[in-house]
């Protein structure tokens, strides 16, 4: 499904400020110091010293920080421009690391920049295909956007044979300006992690990482062609959701060709009133939209905000989700469904230790984690929240105060679960704003229930089964040779075992520590060698301190201290 000129982000690397990124940097800091961001550099441990240089700044002085810090980040990121408005937006997502406050200001930032000019558009709708085509293909195509983005933007066009399509066009010059933001962000990151005491905790440089893949993702619109196609292909036998339809043979890296659809925002609860929508009915089908999605197809929109959803509005009484943009999709494996819902179940039977159980098994927490200690940190997580109705419990936030205490265990973050919690979070603010008294867990358990049933019970140990049968008869007759030709290796010490370019660079990078450690030893064991030395020639020189040349005093010193950090950084 990947194109041949699809753009690939690059491995992260570590990266040295360049002198191209140093005006963007004077950028970036006269944008914080006017919002009064200031409080948030002066904060890192390498500047604190430098603090009493804040009150210099013509910015504590002419401007006042009266508003909330969240709203000032947010607004600082809407100036800085849309790639810092895309970075805002994945940090929102990651609530288990961010407070409260700066997370909901950085929820509310819109990826909405100025449109490129109609004519470069329509220049680059002609050059996407050969000559002559567009006439054949298009009867009109609208000069004016219908909407416009920070990677993208959507033009309204009619085919010559009368069906309505949009026309997704990638940004001119988009590439260059992800790739030097990016690096910035990397620089950045990396200065955090170094200078920020909370910096290695909130590990910046796998946010930028992340924001890095979701960018580069979003450039190649066959990609998001294919996903759109595979969604539509998961739901054609149902009524719950419509995808539309992706011209194929239309379709460019740069340009995604697609059914225009129509729809009521779902948004704009008034004119879904105006239409007699059943609400309640509504909002029960966007929650089984999305466990219907990843449980049993493994497979999900991650972008469903409001703005990406409208609501065919042609059967009041069976109403149907329309989803739009298919930049941003999540993925599940089979354990990770499993053991997500083993503990959805496990939570709301107050199974706390089934709960720690799981996020072991599953490597989400270190093996060596205490049960009992973490059983009582979930229980104390989860209590104050069952305590409530369960109309009012929070899937999203569960899941947010469940990521918060499991990082108290030193609990990897998965990427996969970040996803999957801020569209939770998104069909959770959807389905309540529809309809406040929307019981989640009434409409989600049938469905996990019956995954369990089908994925777990004897069902699906026969399907395994009928599954497998295929591949044993073809390998079964193989094994003996197998274990002879393995043995044979082992007896002759042949075997080899591989690392993996992870465990590579681990130990690439201890030899490289490891042998800076021994050139400062050494180094500083000579240099109090020649001090010595230089004392034990005549004892005397012009310049004398304390009995000794100061010469030796200099080696000395620098000497010690070279030793003293090398068997320090050992240790």
């Known amino acids: 499904t990947g194109s041949p000129n699809k753009k690939t982000a690059k491995p992260y690397r570590e990266k040295n400020m360049k002198l191209s990124q140093f005006g963007r940097l004077l950028q970036i800091n006269h944008v914080l110091g006017r919002h009064r961001l200031d409080e948030l550099i002066l904060a ?19 401007h006042k920080a009266d508003l909330p810090r969240g709203e000032r980040i947010r607004l600082a990121l809407q100036d800085l421009g849309p790639i810092f408005v895309k970075f805002g937006q994945i940090l929102s997502t990651r609530r288990d690391l961010l407070p409260e406050d700066i997370a909901d200001s950085l929820a509310k930032l819109q990826d909405q920049v100025a449109p490129f000019p109609n004519d470069v558009a329509l220049a680059l709708i002609h050059a996407a295909y050969e000559e002559g085509e567009p006439e054949r293909i298009f009867s009109h195509i609208d000069a004016e956007p219908l909407a416009s983005a920070s990677i993208a933007q959507v033009h309204a066009a009619t085919l010559t044979d ?15 300006v992800i790739r030097r933001d990016v690096d910035l962000l990397y620089t950045l990151a990396g200065l955090a992690e170094k200078y920020w005491s909370e910096g290695k905790r909130l590990r910046p440089r796998e946010v930028v990482a992340e924001l890095e893949k979701n960018l580069f993702d979003e450039l190649d619109m066959l990609r998001e062609a294919a996903s759109a196609s595979q969604l539509k292909r998961h739901f054609a036998d149902e009524r719950l959701l419509y995808v539309p339809e992706v011209y194929w043979s239309l ?34 089908i966007g929650v089984e939209i999305f466990f219907t999605q990843v449980f049993r197809h493994s497979f999900f929109h991650a972008d469903m905000h409001p703005g990406n959803i409208l609501v065919d509005v042609s059967n009041p009484q069976l109403p149907r989700y329309i989803a739009i943009d298919f930049g941003i999709m999540g993925t599940l494996s089979p354990e990770d469904q499993r053991y997500l ?38 229980r104390s997580v989860c209590e104050p929240i069952f305590a ?50 929307l019981d989640l867990w009434q409409t989600a358990k049938p469905i996990l229930e019956q995954w369990m049933k089908e994925k777990l019970g004897w069902q699906a140990a026969v399907k395994s089964l009928q599954k497998e049968v295929p591949t044993w008869a ?98």
């Open 162 to 176: 009368g069906k309505q399509v949009i026309l997704k066009l990638v940004r001119p010059g988009i590439e260059k």
């Open 44 to 62: 890192i441990h390498f500047f604190r010293p430098y603090r009493f240089l804040s009150w210099f700044s013509p910015y504590r002085w002419r």
């Open 388 to 437: 409530r109705p369960l109309k009012e419990i929070s899937f999203g936030q569960l899941l947010l105060r469940l990521f918060q205490t499991a990082r108290r265990f030193n609990m990897q973050i998965q990427p996969q679960l970040v996803l999957l919690q801020k569209t939770l979070l998104n069909i959770e603010g959807l389905g309540r704003d529809l309809y406040p008294d």
């Open 474 to 571: 073809e390998t079964l007759p193989t094994l003996p040779r197998m274990l002879h030709d393995l043995t044979k290796q082992a007896q002759a010490g042949q075997l080899h075992m591989q690392l993996s370019s992870k465990d590579l660079d681990k130990i690439r990078q201890e030899v490289r520590h490891s042998s800076y450690r021994t050139a400062t030893a050494v180094s500083g064991a000579a240099f109090i060698v020649g001090a010595a030395i230089i004392k034990g020639l005549d004892g005397y020189s012009a310049n004398m301190l304390a009995g000794m040349p100061v010469l030796s005093w200099v080696l000395g010193l620098l000497g010690g201290l070279m030793l003293y950090f090398s068997l320090r950084r050992s240790g």
């Open 251 to 284: 379709t460019r890296p740069n340009l995604l060709v697609q059914e225009r659809v129509f729809g009521a925002p779902i948004s704009n609860i008034a004119l879904l009133k105006q239409h007699n929508i059943d609400l309640e009915l509504l909002a029960t």
């Open 341 to 378: 819902a083993e503990n959805f179940l496990a939570f709301f039977n107050h199974d706390y230790r089934r709960v720690a159980e799981l996020h072991i098994q599953s490597g989400w927490v270190p093996a060596e984690t205490r049960m009992d200690e973490f059983e009582s940190a979930i």
